[in-house]
Structures are given as structure tokens and as C-alpha cells.
């Protein structure tokens, strides 16, 4: 068993141990490596002001994505590659094409964001020769600007699009093959500890090791992208003992397609499972463009969102309609559960000691049927879901509803099927008086609270109208929203 971790900061190697596992990496950035280009505007991965990259060996390639410093913890960074915007412009001063034209086109004012989204630039310009402009708003979700209205950095990212990588001033691009021998050579596959008995963070080398740690330590928290386990210990000042880290294991990060269904292991990130969901189910693909920024995607994981449990959280509504199941794994094996059966009551889930979720096996929708996941939030990017609601249908020859599954989440304490609503749609002719007698069941199936989200009252409206919604857009008539989100696909 290791006592240290390593990983590379720009060009240099680093080994640490004596450290606690719940420091930030912006932290040690800022107080640690006096690297202060990377601003605390936030601390809860909201603003982007923090935004670094991180490069990751995963299945053999070398990938660099943007993240959030202020809620990534430094012991999640063994064999990574972390590079800041002090890491961009030349020995001598000379700025990178990114930087430069920031400067050109007035993309900053106060400067406070804007190493932030020079970092987010940076990583479009690396993975997109062309980018439309669509592709660099995407790329910005995560960053906010109180000064500039955007148009000056956008016109930044298209000017310096125009300049493709080449060793002499990129040193992503010169360094490359380096630091990816490097990297390689520091994972070595066994299981890391730091820390000491008051503050243990314990870096499984496998999931059969991981699977023996949390038979040890049952009451561990496990981080995986830290989205919002991070805002556990920026915002709620929480003490973690011990935090076992996951986002390393490539064995949970798989996502398998089969004749049916997509396997999608715990670790797989947003980002990682866009592409694969975007052709064969759309609107689950839609739905993730709008979970978080794209630092937020490229660490948060549809597993986390799942065994986090939250009443809010985006995809379990999602996933239940679609009917996907849940397989969990301790020291004794593994077993699986319908993901509807997963979620008890607010704050506890049918996860006995020492399991943790392995994987999700999500059906593919059958051919014909209808899907549809809606968010409704106060915000179109960025925020967090007053409600949303999923919605699986198929209807028979004659017009008549065969097969309806319908889930909300931010209705209840849990992720929650409408089975009232359901059963009064169920055989019934799809039409608007069947819906209108049916959304008068919401009642039965949820009794929604009010919070700063949303009242009560406002989320019982949305959801009957989300029903309506749906019998609209089967019925050929698209609203107003389905043209961002074709957009968006």
C-alpha cells in the first residue's frame, strides 16, 4: 500500500502525502504553489473562474477536459496531468493564441473570470479546429462574466480557431508523448493512502480492492467527480472520514452497447456517455447537455447522480421511465434492483453496508415508442431542476395508450413514478380528454414542497402541464422549446 500520490502541475512532477483528503485543488493551487491565475468566485463549481485542466490516461489515450479547481479535490489527481493558465503563454513571454486573442477582441474587463474561460477556450481550440458557434457556447456554460455580455469572448474563440496547434507555442502539443509516458508509469494499480486516522482518503487500486475498503469502512464517503460532494466541504463545512476516491477506475468508467439496452458503469461522466446516448436516445443525451457546465460533465457521473439520491437529481426521473436497473457490488458479490426500488424515502436508498452501484443498464426505447425528458428550471443552462419530468410511451394500433411509465423528480422526497397517473392512462384512447381526466391524479401521486425553486403550487401546474406537453408533441405539434433542444442533439 502507497502513502503518496503523483501527478504532473504544467512541467513539473509532484509527490505528496502529508495532506488532508478533502483540500481543494484550488487550495493547494493558490496557497501551496502561489499559482493564483485560478480564481475562488464561487466555490461550489458554478462560476468557472476556478476552471484548470486536467489530463487523464483512459483506455490508452491521453485526454485533457475542463474542471472546476474549487470542488476537485487534490487526492483525486494520482497520475493526472493538471495544467493551469500559467502553464499557456511561451518561456518568453510570448502569449498563446487563446490569450492573445482574448486581448484582441476586448474579451476581458475586470479580468477576475477571465483565466477561467481562457482555460475553457483553450480546451476547445485543442479538440475543435472549427468550431461552430453553438459548439463555443457549449463550451462556456461553465463560466460567467458580470462585465463583457459574452460577444467579445466568443468573437475570441473564433478568432483564435484560426491558429491550430503546433509545438512551438502550444505546450500541450510539444510536451504530449512525455507526459503521457509519465503518466503511465505512475499508475501503478495499487491502493493509495493519505491522511491519517482523523482524516483518512483511501485511493482503491481496483474495484475488488475498492470493494474490500468499504467492507472495512462502512460508513466511507465516496467521491467519484465530486460535483457535490465538493459543496459538502466548501459550503457545509463538512468532516469527511474517511473519502474513498473512485474517479480513477477505468473498470467503473465502461459504457457498453448491446441489441437493447446501453450498460453504463458508475464512473462514466456525463461527457463520456453523450455521445454514445446521443444517437439512440436523444432526448437523454439532450437532457445531460443541460446538466451543470462543461466542467461539471466532464466530472460529475451518472452513477454519483443516482447514488446521491437526490430529490432534484436529473437523470434518476430519467432513467426510471426508460426502466433501467441498478447493479450494486460489495465484498460478497453483486446483485441488481429495479432503479425506481433503489430510491426509499428522502435521504436513504436501498444500499445495504459496503455497496456501492457498479453499473446502470438502461433499455433502449422500443421502436415506435415515445421518450421525452423535460427540465424545468429557472435557468435554461446551468441550473438546477425545479422539477423534471420523464415520460415513456407506447401506443397500440388503435390509438390507445399500451405502455406508459412516468417519473419526476424535484416532486417528492425521492425520484417518483406517477403510478395514478399512469393507471389513468393506461388502455385508454391518447387523446386530449383522456389527459385532461388524468392529470387530475397528480394529486394522488405527489404532494410537492415549496423552497426557493419553486412553490408548490408551481410545480403541480408544470408537471400536469408537462403531461400536456407530451400528448401535443406525439401529436405532431412541437413547442417552443423543442427547436434549442434539436439544436442541442
Known amino acids: 500500500m502507497l502513502m503518496t500520490i503523483r501527478f504532473i502541475l504544467n512541467d513539473r512532477e509532484v509527490t505528496r502525502d502529508r495532506f488532508s483528503p478533502s483540500e481543494t485543488l484550488l487550495d493547494y493551487l493558490r ?3 502561489r499559482l493564483t491565475g485560478s480564481k475562488e468566485g464561487c466555490a461550489e463549481g458554478d462560476c468557472g473562474a476556478c476552471t484548470v485542466l486536467v489530463g487523464r490516461l483512459t483506455r490508452g489515450r491521453l485526454v485533457y477536459e475542463t474542471v472546476n479547481a474549487c470542488i476537485r479535490f487534490t487526492a483525486s489527481l494520482n497520475a493526472t496531468h493538471v495544467v493551469t493558465v500559467e502553464h499557456l503563454a511561451a518561456k518568453d513571454g510570448v502569449l498563446h493564441p487563446v490569450q492573445q ?5 476586448n474579451g476581458s474587463q475586470c479580468g ?3 483565466p477561467g474561460f481562457v482555460m475553457s477556450l483553450y480546451a476547445l481550440w485543442m479538440e475543435n479546429e472549427k468550431p461552430s458557434r453553438q459548439a463555443i457556447e457549449k463550451a462556456l456554460q461553465g463560466n460567467l462574466c458580470r462585465c463583457t455580455g459574452y460577444e467579445p469572448i466568443i468573437k475570441a474563440a473564433e478568432k483564435a480557431s484560426a491558429i491550430r496547434p503546433d509545438a ?3 505546450a500541450l502539443a510539444r510536451e504530449r508523448e512525455t507526459i503521457l509516458a509519465k503518466l503511465a508509469a505512475m499508475k501503478t494499480g495499487e491502493t493509495i493512502t493519505i491522511g ?3 482524516k483518512r482518503g483511501i485511493i482503491p487500486g481496483s474495484v475488488e480492492a475498492l470493494a474490500e475498503v468499504l467492507a472495512e469502512y462502512r460508513d466511507a464517503t465516496i467521491v467519484a467527480g465530486s460535483t457535490d460532494v465538493g459543496l459538502w466541504v466548501t459550503k457545509q463545512m463538512r468532516e469527511l472520514n474517511p473519502m474513498v476516491f473512485i474517479n480513477h477506475l477505468e473498470e467503473l468508467q465502461t459504457i457498453t452497447e448491446t441489441e437493447k439496452s446501453f450498460i453504463i458503469g458508475a464512473g462514466a461522466t456525463y461527457t463520456e456517455a453523450f455521445p454514445a446516448l446521443a444517437g439512440k436516445i436523444p432526448a437523454l443525451s439532450r437532457l445531460i447537455n443541460r446538466i451543470g457546465g462543461e466542467q461539471v460533465r466532464n466530472m460529475g457521473t451518472i452513477g454519483g447522480n443516482v447514488a446521491n439520491g437526490s430529490p432534484i437529481g436529473d437523470t434518476p426521473p430519467a432513467l426510471i421511465a426508460l426502466g433501467a436497473t441498478l447493479t450494486l457490488q460489495s465484498k460478497d458479490g453483486t446483485r441488481s434492483i429495479a432503479l425506481e426500488d433503489f430510491f426509499r424515502d428522502y435521504g436513504k436508498q436501498d444500499r445495504r453496508p459496503g455497496e456501492f452501484v457498479l453499473s446502470l443498464t438502461v433499455p433502449k426505447p422500443a421502436k415506435g415508442a415515445h421518450y421525452a425528458v423535460y427540465k424545468v428550471s429557472k435557468r435554461r443552462e ?7 419530468g420523464a415520460f415513456y410511451l407506447e401506443l397500440a394500433r388503435d390509438g390507445t395508450v ?9 416532486m417528492a422526497g425521492i425520484p417518483k413514478r406517477a403510478a395514478h397517473v399512469e393507471a389513468a392512462l393506461a388502455g385508454k384512447p391518447w387523446t386530449t380528454e383522456t389527459v385532461e381526466a388524468a392529470r387530475q391524479a397528480f394529486e394522488s401521486d405527489y404532494q410537492p414542497m415549496t423552497d426557493m425553486r419553486a412553490t408548490a403550487e408551481y410545480r403541480m401546474l408544470a408537471a400536469r402541464n408537462l403531461l400536456s406537453r407530451l400528448l401535443l408533441e406525439t ?4 413547442q417552443e422549446l423543442s427547436r434549442f433542444e434539436r439544436e442541442e442533439a
Not at 402 to 410: E, L, S, T, V
Request: glycine share 10%; aromatic share 8%; with cysteine.
Open 31 to 33: 496557497i501551496e504553489r
Open 101 to 105: 486573442a482574448m486581448v484582441d477582441m
Open 112 to 114: 477576475f473570470c477571465t
Open 168 to 170: 512551438a507555442f502550444d
Open 196 to 198: 491519517n486516522e482523523s
Open 382 to 388: 446551468e441550473d438546477i431542476s425545479a422539477l423534471c
Open 402 to 410: 399500451d405502455k406508459i411509465r412516468i417519473a419526476y423528480g424535484g
Open 475 to 478: 401529436g405532431g405539434s412541437p
